[in-house]
């Protein structure tokens, strides 16, 4: 499935623009998402943490992506 | 939105008496406020300014989430919530948080709990610029 | 009186801005803001209003020994205490306390230190007036 | 000798005046001040406390008053 991800901060920097469009097997899952992101853009590995929001919230790590979810990488956060 | 919360993310500078009066309350003995400034310096760098950026709506629901949890906890009676966007200078408030509750030392819990919460799960990212280089706060280890 | 302390008893309504602003600090990172107020009720009686009185010159000497001691054990930077003296009705403000630090954690125990503090020992006497009746806050078990 | 005490409060509606003009005997000290107004005064020992200010500080028990100075009763305070 193609699905486009939102990208912040640092994220977007590291990807370099607002929002990148990838490809994914079907039933592929938060973690799948979070490791093709690892392993394209090794920089990721460098952060304190890399989460994935679905639907702006926090997912966890089996949790299945479908093809119509909003899809965000949250980098380490930094408000307040 | 409940009634007695209310959640803003702003590009303008922000008011803390706006704060304060949204939550104010006959019922309440105590309102605490918690203003976070940008510093001039952090670990000895000088700062020239900083840039906020947000995942704008889930922002605004986590934002929520941490409201709704300092009511249920400490029973808040009203919490305002104010994160700036954008550019800010020195001196410049990043956040304004005010709670309202019927005694004082529930007020502290609640508006230290909301900051904590909102340093740790609310999507809003913090670009320190100094004069020599930049960093996005946190980022790294 | 330190530059970096102000104290002040009132009795004219109190503006938590003016706190807020004397704290206001290029090397602050967070400033805490107590706003007391009256509460519509106490252990269940409808409050018509409260009356305020002090023993100034003493009251703003231990006001200025709480604002001392907060410096020493918490760093602050600066600090605000308006008491309001008179009567006050619901809603009313009447103590606001802002402490400004370098790092969030200490504003908030610093603030509190201070209105704890300054509900032990700064002579100020609160009379609560009742539709039925009246009572020095706190003077009897 | 003869001594201003300035009254605050409930000990202000306890006495019935802003100060009371006593006579304590020389060398006298906060306590023996405080007994004064006790024994003058019963509804003093209702309060949760009374305490002794010489000039504008609170006084230990022992401490000696002295004809000129500033001496207050505070009862139970309740600012804020």
């Given at each position: 499935m193609n699905l486009k991800v939102l990208t912040f901060g640092i994220a977007r920097e590291i990807t370099g623009g607002n929002a990148v469009q990838i490809d994914l097997p079907d039933g592929a899952s938060a973690l799948d998402l979070k490791r093709f992101f690892l392993k394209k853009?090794?920089?990721?590995?460098?952060?304190n943490y890399l989460q994935i929001a679905v639907n702006q919230e926090f997912a966890a790590d089996d949790q299945p992506i479908l093809s119509d979810d909003e899809i965000a990488l949250i980098p380490p956060v930094s408000g307040g | 939105m409940e009634k007695n919360i209310d959640i803003q993310l702003l590009e303008t500078p922000l008011d803390p008496t706006c704060c304060e009066t949204f939550v104010s309350?006959?019922?309440?003995g105590g309102i605490v406020v918690f203003v976070g400034t940008v510093r001039r310096k952090t670990a000895g760098r000088e700062v020239v300014r900083l840039e906020f950026e947000s995942y704008q709506p889930m922002a605004v629901r986590q934002m929520q989430i941490i409201a709704n949890q300092a009511v249920e906890k400490f029973s808040a009676l009203k919490i305002s919530m104010h994160h700036r966007l954008g550019n800010l200078e020195i001196g410049g408030v990043a956040v304004v948080i005010a709670v309202s509750t019927p005694h004082r030392a529930a007020a502290f819990d609640a508006c230290r709990f909301c900051i904590d919460e909102l340093k740790k799960s609310v999507p809003i990212w913090k670009k320190e610029v100094f004069a020599d280089g930049e960093i996005w706060v946190a980022s790294h280890p």
């Amino acid at each position: 499935m193609n699905l486009k991800v939102l990208t912040f901060g640092i994220a977007r920097e590291i990807t370099g623009g607002n929002a990148v469009q990838i490809d994914l097997p079907d039933g592929a899952s938060a973690l799948d998402l979070k490791r093709f992101f690892l392993k394209k853009y090794p920089a990721f590995s460098n952060l304190n943490y890399l989460q994935i929001a679905v639907n702006q919230e926090f997912a966890a790590d089996d949790q299945p992506i479908l093809s119509d979810d909003e899809i965000a990488l949250i980098p380490p956060v930094s408000g307040g | 939105m409940e009634k007695n919360i209310d959640i803003q993310l702003l590009e303008t500078p922000l008011d803390p008496t706006c704060c304060e009066t949204f939550v104010s309350d006959p019922e309440a003995g105590g309102i605490v406020v918690f203003v976070g400034t940008v510093r001039r310096k952090t670990a000895g760098r000088e700062v020239v300014r900083l840039e906020f950026e947000s995942y704008q709506p889930m922002a605004v629901r986590q934002m929520q989430i941490i409201a709704n949890q300092a009511v249920e906890k400490f029973s808040a009676l009203k919490i305002s919530m104010h994160h700036r966007l954008g550019n800010l200078e020195i001196g410049g408030v990043a956040v304004v948080i005010a709670v309202s509750t019927p005694h004082r030392a529930a007020a502290f819990d609640a508006c230290r709990f909301c900051i904590d919460e909102l340093k740790k799960s609310v999507p809003i990212w913090k670009k320190e610029v100094f004069a020599d280089g930049e960093i996005w706060v946190a980022s790294h280890p």
